[in-house]
T-cell receptor
């Protein structure tokens, strides 16, 4: 029972480099999310998706892009990495009905130097 | 604009006593509230939730209270155990536009002392 799987778990990027954080879920959940957590802060929503082909911005979308070509996958793309994007990234998913809890992946630690 | 606030960054409680974690919100459209628990190097895990039609929900040692007029909710853990030491996040969702999204507070680090 894999749940929400994120890769890579750790990554160091140089300023200006690009990378993709992968996220996949095997629970057939419609909704998927990307959050970031900075030290001592709560989770901030970057992007979310309510189904394949549909994505929308959250609170802090600048510097990121997403796509949702399948129900299972929701990759997060950083095009030009900046030190401000050093953070822990969490992917999450849930079923469509309002109020259901969301399930998180284990997190991806990203450092931009 | 912090819609969900946890004003205590940390809380220390003796083992066996009651732990009370607090959360305030500003958006009156929120109608569903959740508490998540997070250990270091892991993703948050769901703990307990409450709908706005209720004012209390219990699950074992965990009880969440909701005061809609004060826009305040609290999580009570009794008795507190060493394994409860973690960061606790309050989250809320609701409204036509917001039903799909959870808004999180900053978290409270709970330490249970033996």
């Amino acid at each position: 029972n894999a749940g929400v799987t994120q890769t890579p778990k750790f990554r160091i990027l140089k300023i200006g480099q690009s990378m993709t954080l992968q996220c996949t879920q095997d629970m057939n959940h419609n909704y998927m999310y990307w959050y970031r957590q900075d030290p001592g802060m709560g989770l901030k929503l970057i992007y979310y998706s309510v189904g394949a082909g549909i994505t929308d911005k959250g609170e802090v979308p600048n510097g990121y892009n997403v796509s949702r070509s399948t129900t299972e996958d929701f990759p997060l793309r950083l095009e030009l990495a900046a030190p401000s994007q050093t953070s822990v990234y969490f992917c999450a998913s849930r079923v469509a009905r309002s109020g259901n809890t969301i399930y998180f992946g284990e997190g991806s630690w990203l450092t931009v130097v | 604009d912090q819609q969900v606030k946890q004003n205590s960054p940390s809380l220390s409680v003796q083992e066996g006593r009651i732990s009370i974690l607090n959360c305030d919100y500003t958006n009156s459209m929120f109608d569903y509230f959740l508490w998540y628990k997070k250990y270091p190097a892991e993703g948050p895990t769901f703990l307990i939730s409450i709908s706005s039609i209720k004012d209390k929900n219990e699950d074992g040692r965990f009880t969440v209270f909701l005061n809609k007029s004060a826009k305040h909710l609290s999580l009570h853990i009794v008795p507190s155990q060493p394994g409860d030491s973690a960061v606790y996040f309050c989250a809320a969702s609701g409204g036509i536009q917001g039903a799909q999204k959870l808004v999180f507070g900053q978290g409270t680090r709970l330490t249970i002392n033996p």
